[in-house]
């Protein structure tokens, strides 16, 4: 759902391509949707612009909004004025930033205008809605968190039972309580989430 919401808001606020990076610690985000335009993924990956993009320098160490614009002096390599050359002529950074190492942050493009102050704040305070609703439920019991990672290896509830030594029902129980907390469709669903969250 968080995925569905936040992409539903990334288009209407980056028509021209949008990036969300949620949950980060280090480099490697939780969840991330990269809708930007396939030439300008080719050419940041191809040039490893990561390594100097201004937008991610400034969301490391700030929470809020800013214009990608308003980066151009700290962009010693021009990512700024080479981004116009794929359609990304007006773009916003927003990110969220626990101060732990834990952050969210997202890219907005639009080819028509630069972004208000109000849809500066209107971005930065999703980006912190969607970190926040992307946590990982603390709930799970240790049973539960057994189960999910006895399903994601392929077990069945029969095998997975006797392996626990209780009945198939208990492990039924276990699943629909897990898949409950994870808001999963199924028992495999809920594995997947599991995973994804760093739990299993």
Known sequence: MTQQVS????????????????????????????H????????????????????LRWSYDNRGAIRWNDLEANDPAGLVKRSRGHGLWYGAVASFNEGDGLRSYGLFYREDREY??????????????LHRRAAPPTTLTRAEIAVLQRVKAG????????????????????????????????GTHAAALASEYGLI
């Open 7 to 34: 992409q539903e808001f990334a288009e209407r606020f980056g028509p021209s391509g949008f990036y969300l990076g949620l949950r980060i610690r280090f480099a490697f985000p939780a969840i991330e949707v990269n």
């Open 116 to 129: 208000e102050d109000d849809e500066l704040a209107l971005l930065a305070a999703h980006i912190e809605e």
């Open 36 to 55: 930007l335009p396939a030439s300008w993924i080719d050419l940041y990956s191809r040039e490893k612009f990561f390594f100097v993009d201004p937008a």
């Open 155 to 186: 077990g069945r509830l029969k095998q997975i039972a006797h392996e626990f030594g209780v009945s198939e029902g208990a492990i039924k129980q276990r699943l629909r309580n897990a898949r409950v907390k994870l808001g999963a469709s199924n």
